[in-house]
């Protein structure tokens, strides 16, 4: 019954200029079809030989060294060469010890008197030669891995000795070290390349797991360099050992971790300030999760609740400080707010302190989200607003007095109804005024913090831009990092703009020039399918303004529709200058006395084909911080600061919708 999987046969290539050798070697390599191996190709000269070797797939050969047009060593250097992987068995008619040791020097699998040769000992030769080659290949294949993998990895790999000697090291560590070759580092130690601090805190490491036998992992270490270079790592060290077990050495692989701290020490600083802001506020600023447990709280909220320290006051519920009834309501409100995922602002609560105080508080609860959009629990802030109230308790009593008279009560009535509205319109603009000149400074100070540490990483980034990396991700990963940068650098640049100081230097400008020069500082926004198209009235009136500021304008009125445009459109920009026959709707407002019926004014309008702005959002797009950009395409702040600049100069701007598609921006000012 045959086997359904017969033995791989193994090819032979007989390489003699003997017709009766040749038949004795295959008899004796194939032993009547009882061996697995075939003589599958034969050459009477070397030249045929080669050609054969060039050809066909041969496993192994057997070569006579005296051949018509080869003799020799040379015989055997030539057919090695064509064929440097097929293993060879050299057959010759001499006993030539020293032709023997050449040719096994020079690669020769086996070397073989032809007179001495029976068919067990060329069996025997051929599978030791065969099995031999495939063990070879298999250990330079490992080999060349091994290789690849140390001379490609960004990790810096070494290898030491019991004396903490580098015996070996990769690509990563030589260019670490400035060395030309890995081998200038071989017989050195730490103490050769790092300061002493680190050199000797690496050698103590390193003894001390040569003797436990234990390996050191993820241990981050703070790295001098002997040049004065310093940087972080995360370092694993293992113990090297022999064929026996025994520790001969140690390895170690060492990974770049500066960047990393560098964001953490930044984090940390940004964490530290935001925690200064928040503690320094006199509203009572917390945060609780869903099962309405305090998690984070601000010094005035935790002495409003009674207690002296953070720790007193994290874990605990509103159950803990108030009445149930009270605590029952609170809860039930912030769950409604967590539930419906829509902030609750500005509302008037009713409260009683630890001490027994009463007041009024303005309340804002926030529903904070997780990634899938799911409520975890709820940021509150909440502003003492009971001299106010007071004030209403006041009026309040005021118009109880008056009942006396009544026609006069009447009037009085009126007259306080009317009092009482403006008051509150008042205290709220009081309320928003103060929210917002909070925010200016904050705004500020977060800025001026963190423009610092954004340019040292941007000069940073310029200078690795520079460099050459054997990595061919990095030049990529350092692109992304500047593009990171730079909407940085945007959104610091927004929060300085809205919180600088509101001054003009004017004179007389040409507009046109100025959306020129808009449109240019603009065109590394502009992607393919971006079409412009300009209408740009010659000889328009100069206007008086500060042209920056108004170039700033156009650049984020641009740059909006380009943002709007992601598949391509068409922006147009037109200005011209008219007689003001009435004041439009974009003028409506108490902005629209500085413009007079007959005045020469001059327009200037914007179009895009985008994807418009909901009209849900259009009245409070000049809201600061508000956007409908995605996260990391806007600040909030563009057209906030747009508007500011407009009427500060006593133009006006209109926005709205086109009704086939996209959106028109209207600008009017005094020529």
């Not at 985008?610 to 809201?623: Q, R, T, V, Y």
Request: net charge negative; aromatic share 6%.
């Amino acid at each position: 019954m045959k086997s359904p999987n017969p033995p791989v046969q193994t090819r032979v290539l007989v390489i003699d200029d003997s017709p009766g050798d040749i038949f004795l070697l295959r008899e004796m390599v194939e032993e009547h079809g009882k061996s697995r191996f075939r003589v599958t190709a034969e050459a009477r000269s070397l030249e045929k030989a080669l050609k054969v070797l060039g050809e066909r797939q041969i496993d192994v050969v057997l070569l006579d060294l005296q051949l018509p047009d080869s003799r020799g060593v040379e015989t055997f250097s030539r057919a090695h060469a064509v064929a440097p992987d097929v293993p060879i068995i050299v057959l010759s008619e001499s006993d030539d010890e020293e032709l023997a040791l050449q040719t096994v020097q020079l690669g020769a699998h086996e070397y073989l008197v032809k007179g001495r040769v029976d068919a067990h000992l060329l069996q025997r030769a051929l599978r030791y030669a065969v099995e031999r080659a495939r063990a070879e290949a298999q250990l330079a294949s490992e080999r060349d891995l091994l290789q690849t993998l140390l001379e490609n990895i960004p990790d810096r790999i070494y290898f030491k000795d019991r004396e903490s000697r580098f015996i070996r090291i990769n690509r990563a560590l030589t260019k670490l070290f400035g060395l030309k070759s890995a081998e200038e580092a071989y017989g050195k130690t730490d103490a050769d390349f790092y300061g002493p601090e680190h050199a000797g805190e690496a050698l103590y490491d390193e003894r001390r797991l040569m003797e436990s036998g234990e390996p050191l992992l993820g241990k981050v270490e703070y790295e001098n360099l002997a040049d004065g270079r310093r940087s972080w790592s995360l370092t694993t060290k293992l113990p090297l050992r022999d064929r026996q077990g025994r520790i001969i050495g140690t390895c170690g692989i060492s990974r770049e971790i500066s960047e990393m701290k560098e964001m953490e020490e930044q984090l940390e600083t940004e964490r530290n300030l935001l925690r200064a802001v928040i503690d320094n506020l006199p509203d009572l600023v917390f945060l609780k999760d869903i099962q309405g447990h305090y998690l984070l709280n601000n010094m005035a909220h935790i002495r409003w609740l009674g207690a002296s320290d953070p720790s007193e006051v994290r874990g605990r519920t509103v159950f803990d400080y108030f009445p149930d009834d009270v605590a029952a309501e609170f809860h039930r409100g912030d769950m409604q707010v967590a539930e419906a995922r829509q902030p609750l602002l500005n509302q008037e609560e009713h409260m009683v302190d630890a001490h027994g105080n009463h007041s009024w508080r303005l309340t804002s609860k926030i529903p904070w989200l997780d990634d899938s959009g799911k409520a975890v629990g709820l940021v509150c802030i909440s502003r003492d607003v009971t001299e106010q109230k007071q004030a209403e308790e006041r009026l309040k009593k005021a118009n109880a007095e008056l009942a006396a008279n009544r026609e006069e009560l009447l009037r009085a009535v009126g007259n306080l109804q009317l009092a009482h509205g403006e008051l509150r319109d008042v205290q709220l603009q009081l309320i928003e005024a103060e929210k917002m000149k909070s925010i200016g400074r904050l705004a500020a100070g977060v800025a001026h913090e963190v423009k610092n540490p954004l340019a040292i990483l941007k000069m940073g980034l310029e200078f690795l831009a520079t460099q050459k990396f054997t990595d061919e991700h990095t030049p990529e990963i350092l692109r992304e990092m500047g593009d990171a940068l730079g909407r940085a650098d945007k959104v610091i640049r927004g929060l300085l703009d809205f919180s600088a100081p509101k001054q003009l230097e004017v004179k007389r400008e040409s507009l046109n020039a100025i959306i020129e020069n808009a449109l240019q500082l603009v065109r590394g926004e502009m992607k393919n399918g971006i079409e412009i198209e300009r209408d740009l009235q010659p000889n328009l009136p100069l206007l008086k303004v500060d042209g920056d500021k108004i170039s700033q304008v156009f650049v984020n009125l641009f740059t909006n529709a380009l943002h709007a445009m992601e598949d391509g459109g068409l922006l147009a920009v037109r200005t011209y200058s008219k007689q003001l026959t009435g004041v439009g709707s974009n003028i409506s407002d108490s902005r629209s006395e500085s413009f007079r019926v007959g005045q020469q004014i001059v327009v200037a309008e914007i179009d895009d084909t985008g994807h418009g702005i909901p009209e849900d959002k259009l009245a409070k797009i000049f809201e600061p911080f508000f956007t409908t950009k995605p996260t990391g395409r806007g600040t909030g702040l563009g057209l906030s600061v747009v508007r500011t600049i407009i009427d500060l100069h006593g133009a006006t701007i209109d926005i709205r919708n086109l009704h086939e598609a996209g959106v028109r921006v209207t600008l009017m000012f005094q020529s």
